[in-house]
């Protein structure tokens, strides 16, 4: 299933074919081995509060949610090969492509919501 997820302070959208990622599997996998990550494209990895892009290929964009879907830390272009700090408030990280959280403005303290994508429309044969 895919996600929207939307900046509710900012009223402005992040993704609308966000993934999440949930079981052991999925969350260790992550955006590993990714050669790029579309505008509109997502990770939600729940639960979480500090992750690493080794073996990644690209930068990306990270917030880290707390229960309530607000921002407790974000990182903007975060490159491969690197890892953060545990975020003891954090519950959830959403990866974005690199360049979203600032061009919808996103800060540390805006709160996020994530609603089911509209399937795509399927077209008689």
Same mark, same amino acid.
């Given at each position: 299933?895919?996600?929207?997820?939307?900046?509710?302070?900012?009223?402005?959208?992040?993704?609308?074919?966000?993934?999440?990622?949930?079981?052991?599997?999925?969350?260790?996998?992550?955006?590993?081995?990714?050669?790029?990550?579309?505008?509109?494209?997502?990770?939600?990895?729940?639960?979480?509060?500090?992750?690493?892009?080794?073996?990644?290929?690209?930068?990306?964009?990270?917030?880290? !949610?707390? +229960?309530? &879907?607000?921002?407790?830390?974000?990182?903007?272009?975060?490159? %491969?090969?690197?890892?953060?700090? /545990?975020?003891?408030?954090?519950?959830?990280?959403?990866?974005?492509?690199?360049?979203? !959280?600032? +061009?919808? &403005?996103?800060?540390?303290?805006?709160?996020?919501?994530?609603? %089911?994508?509209?399937?795509?429309? /399927?077209?008689?044969?």
């Amino acid at each position: 299933m895919r996600w929207k997820v939307t900046n509710e302070t900012r009223q402005k959208p992040l993704a609308d074919r966000a993934e999440k990622a949930t079981s052991f599997a999925q969350r260790f996998k992550g955006l590993m081995g990714r050669e790029q990550l579309a505008v509109g494209e997502g990770l939600h990895i729940q639960p979480c509060n500090s992750i690493h892009t080794f073996f990644m290929r690209i930068p990306i964009d990270v917030a880290f !949610l707390d +229960a309530q &879907g607000r921002i407790v830390k974000q990182m903007m272009a975060l490159p %491969p090969w690197r890892t953060t700090s /545990v975020y003891f408030q954090a519950r959830s990280v959403l990866e974005l492509p690199a360049g979203i !959280l600032a +061009a919808s &403005g996103t800060q540390e303290g805006d709160r996020l919501s994530f609603e %089911p994508a509209s399937p795509a429309p /399927v077209s008689p044969v």
